[in-house]
């Protein structure tokens, strides 16, 4: 993407590598350069500070607030969301609900990523959030152990209270919605005059700075610690994510993802207070004359040391983003010969840059994945075939038509497979005879098919897929439904669903025949030929209900695969 006079919004932009991305991006001369922060001030700073440095015409606009959380409690933080019940539950419903229906409509509505990206419009999104670190640190190994002790000795409400607070830091949930909002929010929207994004990148993490699980920096007793390997299974679900979110739908934008595997590197070199929290850590002394007795120095609780009047800790620091600040000890350890050693947010930037501008850097991951991972083979599409000839011999010596189990889901590819299967016999396996029944006596066909065929009715609803009669008024089922509708899991024979099926029949007719016409008898490999006749080259009128039901997915419901 040629990135002069687009518009371009980074995420995290706050941050070290967010502001050496927006520098980096200054270069390619944007329209507008949009830094989005975790809160007000130091998305303002960051805006401040790269305004100085840009020339018009680029405009540099700061919005803010936690993109994980609806709009309200953007400025909010955990804590404070998880001491407010009400908040709380709000919160926790915008997480684990489904999203259908007007609930997904009211769930994007709130979203704060969604509404950022939406406000501002941007071509391209740099996300140097780091997600896993922002979901593993809610830390759900402490919350698991507050809830059992919960479990066994508090009242109902303060119960209650763990089991949310637990629940709001589940991982996968967090990360899950992530994902989902993200899809909707990078879609184009024709509407609103707005393409969509093109372009979006990932800065992601390996959750150890690229060492392994025998890392000697950890955050508790275990080595390494359950909380940091949290960190790494969360960073790799999201890749995984995101190589998922690059195969579904050529209305997303290229999906792309650098992972540094190194500590990244750094932002000032001064001397001052040294802050833990946002807060200067205060200074306290023990003179020897006031040393504790042993047993007593390693009581859980009590108050030790004395403070020392306005003292707090001053030093040389490097700054070196989200880790913190170190001293020259520490960082000189952990950049030292096989150790983490660190990687530079310019650097960073600059990969970030070529692959918006569609360079191939070498260092995206999703690009990385797409080539290493094994997909569909020569050999088993061979394989297919004898499959699925042997499986129909199997049904003609048994007599017998192996349609759906309901074990592969959802109910409604079952439906679909049971509706197919019914015109099938309603027609005679003939397309043309079903396309020329009307959808009233088509209905009332298959539905004596069901009136006659008892064991046919037992195989659908013991499955659990209900029966709509042609009236609507009435439901043959067993003991389970796995659906609450006809759509999503219902074999619907009213006359509007018959005529549901005719028109797809129509369409793929015509399509297949306007491209065996543009093929002009050459049999090429330009096209697709699921319902062709081989023997004949015409267009096959007997059904593949398999076929079908896959078409449906691939065209109606835009479920196609898009890697080969």
């Given at each position: 993407m040629d990135v002069q006079g687009r518009t371009i919004l980074v995420l995290g932009g706050g941050g070290m590598v967010g502001k050496a991305v927006c520098r980096r991006l200054l270069r390619d001369h944007p329209g507008h350069i949009v830094i989005a922060s975790i809160d007000q001030a130091s998305a303002e700073r960051a805006a401040e500070l790269i305004r100085r440095e840009a020339t018009p015409p680029t405009q540099v606009s700061a919005c803010w607030g936690n993109i994980f959380v609806r709009w309200d409690c953007?400025?909010?933080?955990?804590?404070?969301?998880?001491?407010?019940?009400?908040?709380?539950?709000?919160?926790?419903?915008?997480l684990l609900d489904p999203m259908v229906g007007d609930r997904k409509r009211a769930i994007l509505d709130d979203s704060t990523l969604f509404r950022i990206v939406h406000e501002f419009r941007p071509h391209a999104i740099v996300d140097c959030i780091n997600t896993a670190t922002a979901?593993?640190?809610?830390?759900?190994?402490?919350?698991?152990?507050?809830?059992?002790a919960a479990a066994d000795s508090a009242s109902p409400a303060d119960f209650r209270e763990a089991v949310e607070t637990h629940l709001c830091k589940l991982y996968i949930p967090h990360v899950v919605r992530h994902m989902q909002i993200l899809q909707e929010a990078l879609q184009p929207q024709p509407e609103a005059d707005w393409p969509g994004v093109k372009v979006y990148v990932k800065v992601g993490t390996s959750g150890t700075g690229g060492m392994g699980l025998n890392i000697p920096y950890t955050h508790g007793e275990e080595k390494p610690s359950s909380v940091l390997l949290s960190k790494t299974a969360v960073a790799g679900a999201h890749s995984l994510l995101l190589f998922l979110l690059a195969r579904t739908s050529f209305d997303l934008p290229a999906i792309k993802e650098i992972k540094p595997t190194a500590s990244i590197g750094w932002a000032e070199i001064g001397y001052g207070p040294i802050r833990r929290s946002g807060k200067p850590i205060p200074l306290y002394d023990c003179p020897p004359s006031q040393a504790y007795p042993l047993a007593e120095a390693l009581a859980p609780r009590g108050d030790y040391g004395v403070p020392i009047p306005g003292g707090v800790l001053e030093n040389?620091?490097?700054?070196?983003?989200?880790?913190?600040?170190?001293?020259?000890?520490?960082?000189?350890?952990?950049?030292?010969?096989?150790?983490?050693?660190?990687?530079?947010?310019?650097?960073?930037?600059?990969?970030?840059?070529?692959?918006?501008?569609?360079?191939?850097?070498?260092?995206?991951v999703i690009?990385?994945?797409?080539?290493?991972?094994?997909?569909?083979?020569?050999?088993?599409?061979?394989?297919?075939?004898?499959?699925?000839?042997?499986?129909?011999?199997?049904?003609?010596?048994?007599?017998?038509?192996?349609?759906?189990?309901?074990?592969?889901?959802?109910?409604?590819?079952?439906?679909?497979?049971?509706?197919?299967?019914l015109l099938q016999r309603a027609s005679g396996d003939s397309i043309a005879r079903t396309l020329a029944m009307s959808p009233e006596t088509l209905a009332q066909?298959?539905?004596?098919?069901?009136?006659?065929?008892?064991?046919?009715?037992?195989?659908?609803?013991?499955?659990?897929?209900?029966?709509?009669?042609?009236?609507g008024d009435r439901l043959l089922r067993g003991p389970q439904c796995k659906a609450g509708n006809a759509h999503d899991g219902w074999v619907d024979l009213r006359?509007?669903?018959?005529?549901?099926?005719?028109?797809?029949?129509?369409?793929?007719?015509?399509?297949?025949?306007?491209?065996?016409?543009?093929?002009?008898?050459?049999?090429?490999?330009?096209?697709?030929?699921?319902?062709?006749?081989?023997?004949?080259?015409?267009?096959?009128?007997?059904?593949?209900?398999?076929?079908?039901?896959?078409?449906?997915?691939?065209?109606?419901?835009r479920g196609a695969r898009m890697k080969a």
């Open positions: 953007k400025d909010l933080t955990w804590s404070d969301i998880l001491a407010q019940p009400e908040r709380r539950r709000t919160v926790l419903a915008d979901f593993a640190y809610q830390n759900l190994y402490q919350s698991a152990r507050e809830l059992l040389v620091y490097i700054d070196t983003g989200e880790n913190g600040l170190f001293a020259l000890g520490e960082f000189s350890t952990i950049t030292s010969l096989n150790q983490m050693e660190f990687v530079t947010p310019e650097e960073i930037a600059r990969y970030v840059a070529l692959e918006i501008k569609g360079g191939n850097t070498g260092f995206d690009s990385a994945l797409d080539q290493s991972v094994l997909g569909p083979t020569y050999r088993a599409g061979i394989l297919r075939e004898g499959a699925v000839a042997r499986m129909r011999q199997l049904e003609t010596s048994h007599d017998v038509r192996s349609v759906a189990f309901e074990l592969l889901g959802p109910p409604r590819l079952s439906k679909l497979l049971y509706e197919a299967y066909v298959c539905a004596a098919e069901i009136g006659r065929d008892a064991h046919l009715r037992a195989q659908i609803i013991s499955i659990g897929i209900p029966i709509l009669l042609p009236a006359p509007q669903n018959m005529a549901l099926w005719q028109g797809r029949l129509a369409q793929i007719r015509q399509i297949t025949e306007e491209e065996l016409e543009a093929d002009a008898g050459q049999y090429s490999s330009q096209f697709y030929r699921v319902f062709v006749d081989p023997a004949t080259g015409h267009f096959t009128d007997t059904y593949g209900i398999g076929d079908l039901a896959g078409w449906i997915f691939t065209t109606e419901e």
